[in-house]
T-cell receptor
Framework: DTEVTQTPKHLVMGMTNKKSLKCEQH?????MYWYKQKAKKPPELMFV???????INESVPSRFSPECPNSSLLNLHLHALQPEDSALYLC???????????????????FGAGSRLTVL | ELKVEQNPLFLSMQEGKNYTIYCNYS?????LYWYRQDPGKSLESLFV?????AVKQEGRLMASLDTKARLSTLHITAAVHDLSATYFC?????????????FGQGTILTVHP
């Protein structure tokens, strides 16, 4: 299995709702990521989990709450979002967190198909 | 702060022509990735370049890396319509154990007859 699976594919929510995005991989990857992508823009890193521990939080507002229940699963809990949070949310995984100078190989990120979120 | 700049941002090509997309980055890094994204879809890994002078080729695409110049190029040979997509380069910022991947702005490529 060489895929990253994201659910749901589409999500519409109101500003008072609580919802979650889910991500799963069975490639034995030890690092998992959440990226946010607005239309016609590059992906922007939100969070990195390495070995199930949060290693990077890119100053993301607390209305986004990541969770890594185990090495295969990554969730993004959403609460009290704003319309400007509407975007494509991409999950990715890699063998390990990419770093310069490492000799462990290419460590390519594999991306899921994304969850398109609309906040009304 | 690491900055990654691509040019051109928009590229309209005729089928059969050649062109090059450039990716410049601002700080030392020895790991550069190229991704392709079709409209409304996820990112597909094309190449990873790990060392100065690295060159990778797949079909009509060839990528190279010059770490001294902090420059990578993605060369398109004899373009076909199927290559129409957005192409991103991405670089790992160094200096920490868990570096983050920073993307360029993307180059929107349209190949027309």
């Amino acid at each position: 299995d060489t895929e990253v699976t994201q659910t749901p594919k589409h999500l519409v929510m109101g500003m008072t709702n609580k919802k979650s995005l889910k991500c799963e991989q069975h490639m034995g990857h030890r690092a998992m990521y959440w990226y946010k992508q607005k239309a016609k823009k590059p992906p922007e890193l939100m969070f990195v989990y390495s070995y199930e521990k949060l290693s990077i939080n890119e100053s993301v507002p607390s209305r986004f709450s990541p969770e890594c229940p185990n090495s295969s699963l990554l969730n993004l809990h959403l609460h009290a979002l704003q319309p400007e949070d509407s975007a494509l949310y991409l999950c990715a995984s890699s063998q390990d967190a990419p770093q310069t100078g490492a000799t462990t190989g290419a460590n390519v990120l594999t991306f899921g198909a994304g969850s398109r979120l609309t906040v009304l | 702060e690491l900055k990654v700049e691509q040019n051109p941002l928009f590229l309209s090509m005729q089928e059969g022509k050649n062109y090059t997309i450039y990716c410049n980055y601002s700080t030392t890094s020895d790991r550069l990735y190229w991704y392709r994204q079709d409209p409304g879809k996820s990112l597909e890994s094309l190449f990873v370049l790990l060392s100065n002078g690295a060159v990778k080729q797949e079909g009509r695409l060839m990528a190279s890396l010059d770490t001294k110049a902090r420059l990578s190029t993605l060369h398109i040979t004899a373009a076909v319509h199927d290559l129409s997509a957005t192409y991103f380069c991405a670089v790992v910022a160094g200096g920490t154990s868990y570096g983050k991947l920073t993307f360029g702005q993307g180059t929107i490529l349209t190949v027309h007859p």
